[in-house]
């Protein structure tokens, strides 16, 4: 069972927005910064979104971040059928002392 | 352009220590925190630790008591042991460069471990 809770699955239409979110607490996304993950079929996490709302160099503006209290979205405007992926949340534990997951989203483009 | 490659057995039976290595090309090894991360099959990610200027190490207390994180920087490699193994830490194997509040941005291909006899 993964710290940080996110929907099993989400979907869309190309062309479409859609949002996933990232339920934590205040010893993680309530007191740090939330990083998103992409993970494509078959391949190694890539860092998509950091410090809540940054993308990395080359990570398209159709894909940003929010955080509010103790909750995160990513929110993928624009949908393209290479979107199709694994998404994770992160963020830093103040208990733990390490980084948290969420339980990964899985989106689906119909 | 840092790059991140992790070696190690691809097979280790059950009770044996684990040991991987994570090789860093392209770009500097210090000043920087370097993770380990795993992935069981069809599952999400799981943090095990860091190391950080070749002696602070963090562990997911749930791995602490069987994991030790080591630096070998006259390679530009950190390594992974990971004892008592079971078939719950079936995993792919993960080694990343991470800014900790700022995320994990560079991360090799990744190792599939298997445990059984």
């Known amino acids: 069972q993964s710290v940080l809770t996110q929907p099993p699955s989400a979907s869309g239409t190309p062309g479409q927005r859609v949002t996933i979110s990232c339920s934590g607490s205040t010893s993680n996304i309530g007191s740090n910064s939330v990083n998103w993950y992409q993970q494509l079929p078959g391949t190694a996490p890539k860092l998509l979104i950091y410090s809540n709302n940054q993308r990395p160099s080359g990570v398209p503006d159709r894909f940003s971040g929010s955080k509010s209290g103790t909750s995160a979205s990513l929110a993928i405007s624009g949908l393209q059928s290479e979107d199709e992926a694994d998404y994770y949340c992160?963020?830093?534990?103040?208990?733990?002392?390490?980084?948290?997951f969420g339980g990964g989203t899985q989106l689906t483009v119909l | 352009q840092v790059q991140l490659q992790e070696s190690g057995p691809g097979l280790v039976k059950p009770s044996e220590t684990l040991s991987l290595t994570c090789t860093v090309s392209g770009g500097s090894f210090s000043t920087y925190y370097w993770s380990w991360v795993r992935q069981p099959p069809g599952k999400g990610l799981e943090w095990i630790g860091n190391?950080?200027?070749?002696?602070?190490?963090n562990y997911n207390p749930s791995l602490k008591s069987r994991v030790t994180i080591s630096v070998d920087m006259t390679k530009n490699q950190f390594s992974l042991k990971l004892t008592s193994m079971t078939a719950a830490d079936t995993a792919m194997y993960y080694c990343?460069?991470?800014?900790?509040?700022?995320?994990?941005?560079?991360w090799g291909q990744g190792t599939t471990v298997t445990v059984s006899s």
């Open positions: 992160a963020a830093w534990d103040d208990s733990l002392l390490g980084p948290v």
């Open positions: 190391i950080y200027d070749s002696v602070t190490t």
């Open positions: 990343a460069r991470d800014y900790i509040i700022g995320g994990m941005d560079v």
